[in-house]
């Protein structure tokens, strides 16, 4: 598929990109083993090299979603949006969470953080990355 965006061409699959990445609560103080009941589910579109691809994201905004689990809480579902250095995590109508991947590429083991509301911020351990 080739689709011009922002005056240039840009030539890629669109539904082959699309993925489903989880992460997972890394270690804390509150829990050093970090826990697997307590974690993100996100759904974003990968280029080749495993980086978030903006111009796809552009194109299907509404495709990029976030469900927040809990094991303590309900679950939170919403909408993945790209800012300047981070990305959004908007969940129900709450005050936003911001994720950090650090200029990394998305692969399996790899860490990442995000800002909580309230200026916590926590580990997580991308767990999976699997097609949408």
Request: charged fraction near 25%.
């Amino acid at each position: 598929l080739r689709i011009s965006v922002g005056g240039r061409s840009v030539h890629f699959q669109t539904m082959d990109m699309w993925k489903n990445i989880r992460l997972e609560l890394g270690r804390t103080d509150e829990f050093p083993a970090g826990s697997v009941s307590r974690g993100y589910l996100l759904r974003l579109p990968l280029d080749a090299d495993g980086t978030i691809d903006r111009a796809a994201l552009q194109l299907h905004p509404h495709r990029a979603k976030v469900r927040r689990y809990w094991s303590t809480e309900p679950d939170e579902a919403g909408e993945v949006l790209a800012t300047q250095d981070a990305w959004e995590l908007r969940c129900d109508g709450r005050p936003a969470r911001m994720l950090d991947l650090g200029g990394q590429q998305i692969r399996v083991g790899q860490l990442v953080s995000v800002l909580e509301p309230d200026g916590t911020t926590l580990p997580f351990t991308i767990a999976s990355v699997r097609d949408a």
